[in-house]
């Protein structure tokens, strides 16, 4: 247990060089819409990513981690992506956990997935594939997405409203047992097979990708 809790801390630390802390998960653009203001605002946008897009990777996560065919997930991702924008970013994000996952826990199945996919698979299929060769199960994979999907935004909201980071901190806490239940619906889900995980989705946070795609000059990139 002692070890398998370690992966977990490994993979799950946002300082593993996977790429994301150049990505604010719709952050950038939500704040420059006014729609993130301060700590309440934010709460309510990660709240809603969450269920929603966060919902639906930790699904293909959990898969992934199960043993299901990670090909099969990775066409199920692009299904649950409509913004072309956003699985650009997930596509790029996966390529760089699977440059850290190979160099940190290196297996042949993440060596056949890179191969497969030279221009990244999606991330959260990258994810769940890395947590069984780190000895971890669906549900380690499933809370790994829950609690990027929420501190991703989080931490580019103290970067871009200089939002005070022991409240930015406290939204995470407060959204703890929330992350715990997301989790618990991708494993259930994911038990069952790719016919039945969550395609939840955030319609919003697809067109403000597509208009932040295109900004001249922005923080994040995605």
């Known amino acids: 247990m002692g070890a398998r809790a370690a992966a977990l801390l490994v993979l799950a630390d946002g300082r593993f060089p996977a790429g994301g802390h150049a990505h604010s998960g719709g952050a950038e653009a939500a704040v420059k819409a006014g729609r993130i203001t301060d700590a309440a605002s934010l709460a309510a946008f990660c709240r809603g990513r969450l269920h929603t897009t966060g919902l639906t990777s930790a ?23 409509p913004s072309p924008a956003l699985r650009g970013a997930a596509r790029k994000l996966g390529r760089q956990m699977m440059r850290a996952a190979r160099a940190t826990w290196p297996c042949r199945e993440l060596d056949a997935l890179a191969a497969a996919f030279p221009r990244g698979a999606h991330q959260p299929v990258v994810l769940g594939v890395t947590a ?19 501190s991703g935004p989080a931490t580019a909201a103290v970067r871009l409203l200089s939002l005070d980071p022991f409240q930015a901190t406290a939204v995470l806490a407060r959204l703890a047992p929330e992350m715990d239940q997301v989790a618990e619906r991708a494993v259930a889900a994911a038990c069952l097979g790719i ?16 208009q932040h795609a295109t900004w001249p000059v922005r923080l994040f990139a995605s």
């Open 195 to 210: 016919d039945a995980l969550p395609a939840a989705s955030a319609p919003l946070l697809d067109i403000t990708a597509e």
């Open 59 to 81: 699904g293909l996560a959990a898969a992934a981690a199960h043993g299901h065919d990670p090909y099969a997930l990775d066409a199920a991702a692009d299904a649950r992506t």
């Open 132 to 150: 069984r060769a780190a000895g971890l199960g669906p549900e380690d994979a499933a809370h790994c997405v829950a609690y990027e999907t929420v």
